[in-house]
């Protein structure tokens, strides 16, 4: 089936055309508009800017994924979009645009949740499918570790109960004065810093469940760089690896331990990464050396998935479709949409 996917939930527009079975997808274009350059003076997302640029650009966008896969609408089996987590008013724009070509070429409409997207975009260029496996999903919102038994089938091992990573990474480099959003920033500042310059604090590692914390962390950070310097709290330029580096330390040690610890009480030999953290080098660094450590496979997303984009909703509605789990057309966006899953932790 060829699936045509528009994401909005934030402040990028996307949109992908995938053509696949069960198996085996291939993409067969996937934009991106990125708004990062219209809310980085903000220093965050402005919900009024970024949905009035999501009309904006996802006209053009469309046409541009039709011609880059070199077809038409009437070859599109079936129209999605991303329904939530995210911004009501950026959901709202491609929700409606893609119902609204389902309308209009008569064929079915798939609403999707954005957080299946990430969990499963591991495995948008597999070549058997979903596999069994233990997920961490790390992104700007969300912190989760999910037994994924297979597509619809996730138990969710633990959460956030505070920031999310990429939360943390963001409101980290804020604090120091690096541009929004601070993750990659922080991954290039820890380059040639010190991770054992600080000791900050690894939360909830000893305790025996699978939750996070990571708003410790981020005070710790406060108080060191007020430390610094009193007079505002901006950290000296040459201190500024090694607080990145020793806090970015502390946050892969927690999420590595952590999963690593899901996955042997799953009695799980294949660990998945996925979310914008997930491109992190030196996460990617940890994870492999955990996993071969252990005996444990390890597949992350492909850097190309890794933040918010339309290949990973069409990768879901794919599947969905072929399950013939269809929308109805009066169904509506989520800001808070759950994803759902089976077992909650006890
Ligand atoms: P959610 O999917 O939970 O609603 P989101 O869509 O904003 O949130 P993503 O687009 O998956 O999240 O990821 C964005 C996050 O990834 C940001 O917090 C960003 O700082 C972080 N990030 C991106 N690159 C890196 C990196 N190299 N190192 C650490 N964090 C990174
Ligand atoms: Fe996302
Ligand atoms: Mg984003």
Do not use: W
């Amino acid at each position: 089936a060829t699936i045509l996917a528009i994401e909005s939930s934030c402040d990028e527009t996307a949109v992908a055309i995938l053509r696949g079975n069960r198996l085996e997808a291939e993409i067969l274009s996937s934009e991106i508009s990125s708004q990062i350059d219209i809310h980085q003076e903000y220093g965050g997302v402005v919900p009024e800017l970024a949905s009035r640029n999501h009309s904006l650009a996802l006209r053009p966008l469309v046409d541009k994924a039709l011609a880059q896969a070199g077809i038409g609408l009437e070859s599109i089996d079936a129209f999605a979009a991303t329904a939530g987590p995210g911004l009501a008013s950026s959901l709202l724009i491609g929700h409606t645009a893609a119902k609204a070509m389902a309308v209009a070429s008569k064929k079915p409409f798939l609403s999707i949740n954005h957080m299946e997207g990430h969990l499963l975009s591991p495995f948008i260029d597999s070549k058997q499918g979903i596999q069994e496996n233990t997920s961490l999903v790390v992104s700007g919102g969300h912190t989760m570790i999910i037994q994924t038994h297979g597509y619809g089938n996730y138990a969710l091992l633990g959460k956030t109960l505070d920031d999310a990573a990429g939360e943390a990474f963001d409101k980290v480099a804020k604090m120091i004065g690096l541009p929004y959003p601070g993750g990659p920033h922080i991954e290039k500042q820890a380059q040639s810093g010190s991770p054992d310059a600080y000791d900050f604090p690894r939360s909830m590692l000893k305790k025996p469940h699978l939750d996070f914390s990571f708003s410790g962390l981020k005070t710790a950070v406060l108080y060191t760089l007020s430390e610094l310097n009193p007079v505002d709290g901006r950290p000296p330029e040459e201190a500024i690896p090694d607080i990145c580096a020793s806090f970015q330390a502390a946050v892969i040690e927690v999420l590595v331990k952590k999963t690593i610890k899901a996955a042997k009480q799953q009695n799980s030999k294949f660990i998945t990464l996925s979310g914008g953290v997930s491109c992190n080098g030196a996460l990617k660094n940890a994870f492999e050396e955990a996993c071969v450590k252990n005996g444990i496979k390890l597949k992350v997303c492909s850097p190309a998935f890794t933040t918010d984009n339309a290949a990973m909703i069409a990768y879901v509605a794919l599947h969905k479709h072929l399950n013939g789990e269809h929308s109805p057309f009066s169904c509506d966006v989520d800001p808070n949409m759950r994803l759902n899953t089976l077992v909650l932790r006890k």
